[in-house]
Nanobody, 122 residues
Framework: VQLQASGGGLVQAGGSLRLSCVVP????????LGWFRQAPGKEREFVAV????????YYSASVKDRFTISQDNAKNTLYLQMNSLKPEDTAVYYC????????????????WGQGTQVTVSS
């Protein structure tokens, strides 16, 4: 399963970025899809998830009300709109997929994209 994440970059605090994750059609339709991030020296952490068939969407407390998951069904693409970015949001962001949403721990997810760097300057 190949996931392609893109859209990272350098932005000032308070700015916005939109990340994209292109996935195979069958994965887009039949898998839970999530976003994680990993800052230098830290463990990979959960950011947001779209459960199977987009039945539910969950966010970590640190990004809730600032980040939004959306999707384009025609393009098999999952997005993460990130607003009001803070320096502590700086990390490599990964999209992930699994047959079902089993939890926020990164070790529970099977398939990963290559990551895209987000850097927020103060």
């Amino acid at each position: 399963v190949q996931l392609q994440a893109s859209g990272g970059g350098l932005v000032q605090a308070g700015g916005s970025l939109r990340l994209s994750c292109v996935v195979p059609e069958s994965v887009f339709r039949d898998y839970a899809l999530g976003w994680f991030r990993q800052a230098p020296g830290k463990e990979r952490e959960f950011v947001a998830v779209r459960s199977l068939n987009a039945g539910s969407i969950y966010y970590s407390a640190s990004v809730k009300d600032r980040f939004t998951i959306s999707q384009d069904n025609a393009k098999n693409t999952l997005y993460l709109q990130m607003n009001s970015l803070k320096p502590e949001d700086t990390a490599v962001y990964y999209c992930a997929a699994d047959r079902k949403y089993s939890g926020d721990y990164f070790g529970l997810w099977t398939y990963w994209g290559q990551g895209t760097q987000v850097t927020v300057s103060s």
